[in-house]
């Protein structure tokens, strides 16, 4: 199996990347998704969320409340520090049991893992390669307002809240740039996908 660690700030163009590489043949694993999972009415995670944040984080249904929570840790460092102790050992334990099962179902499979956090989480899944996506901060802020319909001061708050590009770019074994055009980024991942075909090649025995 190949593995590897995709991310990137918000609206850096990881999906794009991400799809792209699907469409080659690879399985995408989305931290993201995962995260979603992991709190679920009735799990260990969500219950440990409420004694730590009270009912309030709770829908009327017994939901996690993803806004509610999020202006709870959104601007207080001490209280998302608290929530990421809570959530990223859940989601590490998940994302480690589908790597595992992808790679029992086919020892040759190329996985993306997509996690925006890969540094702050300090994620450290045996990835082969490490794939950064970047783009300017204007760009990512430009991304939130008109595709998410963010507020332009919320969107910049957004951006600025998360690590910095050079810490990412530290880790990276590619930078793939998305500031450009979708198809820029496409072709990027394209010969991201050829060379991951060549180191595979060259890695099986003769």
């Not at 929530?83 to 994302?95: D, K, Y």
């Not at 794939?131 to 430009?142: E, F, G, I, L, N």
């Not at 332009?152 to 910095?164: C, S």
Request: some cysteine; hydrophobic content about 45%; glycine content about 8%.
């Amino acid at each position: 199996m190949y593995l590897i660690g995709l991310t990137g700030g918000i609206a850096s163009g990881k999906s794009t990347v991400a799809r792209r590489l699907v469409e080659h043949g690879a399985i995408h694993i989305d931290a993201d998704q995962l995260a979603r999972r992991v709190v679920e009415p009735g799990s260990a995670c969500l219950d440990e969320i409420v004694r730590e944040f009270g009912e309030g984080v709770l829908t009327n249904d017994g939901m996690l409340d993803r806004q509610k929570l999020g202006e709870i840790v959104f601007r207080d460092d001490e209280a998302r520090a608290r929530l990421n102790a809570i959530v990223h050992p859940a989601v590490r334990e998940l994302s480690g049991r589908l790597i595992a099962k992808a790679e029992q179902a086919d020892p040759d499979a190329v996985v993306v893992y997509d996690v925006p956090l890969l540094v702050e989480a300090q994620v450290d899944h045996p990835f082969d390669l490490v794939v950064v996506t970047s783009a300017p901060k204007r760009t990512q802020v430009d991304r939130l307002v008109q595709e998410r319909g963010f507020d332009p001061i919320q969107a910049e708050a957004r951006v600025d809240a998360q690590v910095g590009d050079a810490e990412r770019r530290a880790v990276a074994d590619v930078v793939i740039d998305t500031g450009g055009s979708i198809a820029h980024t496409m072709s990027q991942a394209d010969d991201l996908w050829v060379r991951i075909d060549r180191e595979r090649r060259a890695s099986k025995p003769a």
